[in-house]
């Protein structure tokens, strides 16, 4: 007899149970906080906010990332490129045009952020993105 047989006979059957349950969701993972302030603005300033782009005198699409400016110009705004499309929606990094214009290679509207030459965002840049957004998008 198998062991999973062996298993299943003896009781080992209530063991699965609960793994299986547990397979479950699709759901995100909420990670461990992530704030506007010291985990995303550092990554607008450096990569986004630049002379020619979306700094507070160029203000490319009709966005400036700047430091004090990046909150009210993301959280709960239309994007200038579609009116169908927030540039971020709090808890929702999949609905949120920012966090799918950095992660993909053809996002919805538009091209990926940065545009080449530049190079695409860090992972780990991504990730603090999205975990905001997960988290809410707070003014933090």
């Known amino acids: ?3 999973i047989r062996k298993a299943l ?4 059957m209530f063991f699965f149970i609960p793994l299986l349950i547990g397979c ?3 759901e995100e993972v909420i990670p461990s906080a992530s704030r506007l302030s010291t985990d995303v603005q550092p ?4 990569r986004c906010a630049l002379s020619g782009c979306h700094d507070s005198a160029t203000r490319r699409a009709g966005l400036d990332l700047s430091e004090g400016n990046a909150y009210t ?3 709960n705004v239309n994007s200038s490129q579609n009116a169908s ?3 971020v929606v709090p808890g929702s990094p999949q609905e949120s045009l920012l966090y799918l214009k950095v992660s993909q290679d053809s996002p919805p509207v538009g091209g990926r952020m940065p545009p080449p030459p530049r190079s695409a ?3 780990e840049q991504q990730d603090k993105i ?3 957004i997960l988290q809410g998008a707070q003014n933090n």
């Open 1 to 3: 007899m198998s062991p």
């Open 73 to 75: 110009n993301l959280v």
């Open 121 to 123: 965002l860090t992972a």
């Open 130 to 132: 999205r975990d905001w």
């Open 24 to 26: 479950g969701g699709g």
């Open 43 to 46: 990554i607008f300033t450096a």
């Open 85 to 87: 499309w927030k540039r």
């Open 9 to 12: 006979r003896s009781g080992g």
